[in-house]
């Protein structure tokens, strides 16, 4: 059975979202653990994750839940939404995304 264009962009956006999350993993784990650096990465995988498994995100109601979260998780997170709706809105999702980095605080 042949793939709609609807489903081969879903599977471009999942593949997408599947390289990010393990990307954001990755980074994390070179990051000191707990640390702002590795919240952020945190951040960013569960964006890739609402992707990946929608029925997580719509278990969460509104923004308490991030509000919740540290300042550095919530900017890891928006920062990931944002790239995959970027991509989930484009004429041809791509099937790799670059991974958002935290801001760098000055020395």
């Known amino acids: 059975m042949a793939l709609g264009f609807p489903e081969a962009r879903r599977m471009a956006l999942v593949e997408a979202a599947r390289a990010l999350a393990r990307d954001a993993t990755s980074a994390a784990r070179e990051s000191i653990a707990f640390s702002a650096e590795w919240s952020f990465y945190h951040g960013v995988e569960t964006a890739a994750l609402h992707v990946l498994r929608p ?6 109601e509104g923004t308490a839940w991030l509000d ?6 919530r900017e ?4 990931g939404a ?13 099937l790799r995304l670059r991974l958002p980095e935290p801001p760098r605080t000055p020395a």
């Open 55 to 60: 029925e997580v995100s719509t278990v969460r």
């Open 68 to 73: 919740a979260e540290e300042p550095a998780f």
């Open 76 to 79: 890891g997170f928006l920062q």
């Open 82 to 94: 944002a790239v995959l709706a970027t991509a989930a809105s484009a004429a041809e999702p791509p």
